[in-house]
Structures are given as C-alpha cells and as structure tokens.
C-alpha cells in the first residue's frame, strides 16, 4: 500500500508537470566559438525567438510563472503558448545580442546571475575559450531590470552545490541572494538556478532556509520533481508533449517547434557538466 505522502507528493508533481508552462535555459549566446556546446549562435537565436513570437507564443516574468505554482490561481490550466525564458551565467554578451532582439519581439527573460562575478570575467568557468568571457556589469543589469528583464541567483562563485558541506553550500545561497536582494531588490531575491542543475533533498532544503522560493535544477523530469517548487526542472520536452505524440513524430508547426526547442535543452544541459567532467578527468 502506497504511503499517503507518497502519493500526495506523486500528485503534486503529476499536477505541477502538467500545468507548469515550460522553462527554456540558455547559456550563452553568440561570442567566440568553443570546444563546450552551451553557445548557440547570434542569428539562430534571433531566428528562434522571431518564430516564436510570430507564432503566438509568450514569455512569462518570473513572478507570473511562480504564480502558476499556486493551485488556487485563476489562469489554471496554464495556456500552452507561454513560457519561461531563462539564462544562466550572465555573460555580457546577453546585453548586447540577446535583450535587445527580446525586446523588439516583445519578449522578457530571467537571467541568473553568479552574483560574485558580476562585472567581471569567468574566472570561475573551464578554459575553454581563448580569452576570458566578461560578465554582466551592475549598470547593464540595472538598466535591463527597469526594461522588465529579470534577475535571480545562480549561486556567489557557481560551485557545485551538492559537493560543499552544509556551511558552505549555505554560504554561497546566502551571499547570493543577499547581494541581489541590496543591488536589485526582493524580486532578484525569488529564484535560484542550481550550478549545473546538481542539487538533492539536502540542497533544496538549504536553499528554502536562504529565503528562495523557486529552485532551477538541471534539464531532468517534468516540470517539477518532487512536487517541490526547489526543486524545478527545465526540460521542457515533457510538458510541451501534452498531446501524447512525441513531437518528433508530429506535422507542422507544433513539431518543429518542439523539436528545436528539444535541441535547445539538450544542448542547455550537457554543456558546462561535459566539460567539467572532461576537466576533472584531464
Ligand atoms: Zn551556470
């Protein structure tokens, strides 16, 4: 006989895949060519997101999309032409290949920002470029953030969250969010997004403790796992396919934008995690 939390939780997480719109990650956009496969190239991103926009679809502000997580919210079921667009890292290159084309198709994004580097170089990253890749400056961010473009945590330094001990982990939740929530305000202060999608049990509890209310993991599961709102995946395939037919299999215009918005996840994912892997192995 199946545990009543068991199946409460099952429920929620069936409930929350169901209905929570999808969350698209990118890394970076345009920029020098690389070895990772996190880059997506200037003109295919703007290709995408004109597609998009003229097909109907919507990008969701965060707190419209943590609205969704209320199961009394009158928009239930969610309308299936909107999602959450989202950035990891805070490259600066955002600012000047990505937030303006979102802005000409009337598009908002949720950028998550290593908040110790901000205004700095990628120190924190692998190698795998040339030259060293500036971040995000404060001005830029501030400047993006009264355009409607929003901002949350990707951590102080972008470490691997689930290998730090308690006070460490802690720490770097902790002196993210305080940052934002000094420079950018309490709606900075929302969401974290989980360096390289590693998080478990103990780091979702963790990051409630800091005072985040969403939690971005890795491109895993549907729209959420464990029925927890810490614990957000973003792999959207799951929650487009609401028809049943995988989309690789569908005709027309519904296809072939989950097939490209499948590509887009995949490649959101193996990214950094690849080469790091590859780092560590020499
Ligand atoms: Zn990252």
């Not at 908040?115 to 400047?143: C, E, F, K, P, Q």
């Amino acid at each position: 006989m199946a545990e009543p939390e068991a199946v409460r939780s099952a429920e929620l997480n069936q409930r929350l895949s169901a209905l929570l719109p999808p969350v698209l990650c990118y890394h970076r956009i345009g920029g020098p060519a690389e070895l990772g496969v996190t880059r997506v190239a200037e003109s295919v991103f703007a290709r995408q997101m004109t597609t998009l926009a003229r097909a109907g679809w919507k990008t969701l502000t965060l707190d419209q999309f943590a609205e969704r997580l209320h199961p009394g919210h009158s928009a239930w079921p969610n309308p299936p032409s909107a999602f959450l667009l989202t950035f990891d890292d805070g490259y600066a290159s955002l600012a000047e290949h990505v937030y303006p084309v979102l802005a000409d198709v009337g598009f908002t994004a949720t950028t998550f920002l290593i908040t110790d580097y901000v205004g700095r170089a990628n120190t924190w990253d692998v190698r795998y470029t040339w030259r060293r890749l500036a971040h995000l400056g404060w001005d830029s961010i501030g400047h993006w953030q009264e355009r409607g473009f929003g901002f949350a945590s990707h951590t102080a330094s972008h470490p691997r969250l689930t290998w730090l001990p308690d006070a460490e982990a802690a720490a770097e939740l902790e002196r993210s969010r305080e940052t934002l929530r000094h420079r950018l305000g309490s709606q900075a202060a929302r969401a974290v997004a989980y360096p390289f999608g590693a998080r478990d049990a103990r780091i979702e509890r963790l990051a409630r403790a800091a005072g985040y209310e969403l939690g971005f993991g890795g491109m895993r599961g549907g729209g959420a796992r464990n029925g927890s709102p810490l614990a957000l995946a973003r792999l959207p395939v799951y929650v487009w396919d609401v028809g049943g037919v995988p989309f690789g299999l569908r005709e027309g215009l519904a296809g072939a934008l989950g097939r490209f918005i499948a590509d887009i996840a995949n490649r959101c994912a193996v990214g950094t995690t690849v080469m790091k892997g590859l780092g560590t192995r020499g």
